[in-house]
Nanobody, 122 residues
Framework: QVHLVESGGGLAQPGGSLRLSCAAS????????MGWYRQAPGKQRELIAS???????NYADSVKGRFTISRNNAKNTVYLQMTSLKPEDTAVYYC????????????????WGQGTQVTVSS
């Protein structure tokens, strides 16, 4: 089993920055790809960033150029650096992990974190 725990959410002002972290523990051999999803009130959960074990990244158009996903395999941790935040970035952010190609639109990750709230407001 794999356990994912997010941290770093909170309140930010428009134009501000936040950094989310996701610490993974357990059977790490089951994790190749990792990613961040978010779900805003009344909306479906969406994949916003993914990263493979060797560091290949992909981003949703809504966050491209503003958010950066990274990972430290030695620490079993994935990060999401969020800059130039907008009110529409307000959502619950979820870390996810899975086998190769599991973190893609239309596919279901094998493991989920519990989520962390990000609120962007002045």
């Amino acid at each position: 089993q794999v356990h994912l725990v997010e941290s770093g959410g909170g309140l930010a002002q428009p134009g501000g920055s936040l950094r989310l972290s996701c610490a993974a523990s357990g059977s790490m051999l089951r994790i190749n790809d990792m990613g961040w999803y978010r779900q805003a009130p009344g909306k479906q959960r969406e994949l916003i960033a993914s990263i493979t074990k060797i560091g290949t990244t992909n981003y949703a158009d809504s966050v491209k150029g503003r958010f950066t996903i990274s990972r430290n395999n030695a620490k079993n941790t994935v990060y999401l650096q969020m800059t130039s935040l907008k009110p529409e970035d307000t959502a619950v952010y979820y870390c996810a992990g899975g086998r190769t190609n599991a973190i893609r639109p239309g596919f279901e990750p094998d493991y989920w974190g519990q989520g962390t709230q990000v609120t962007v407001s002045s």
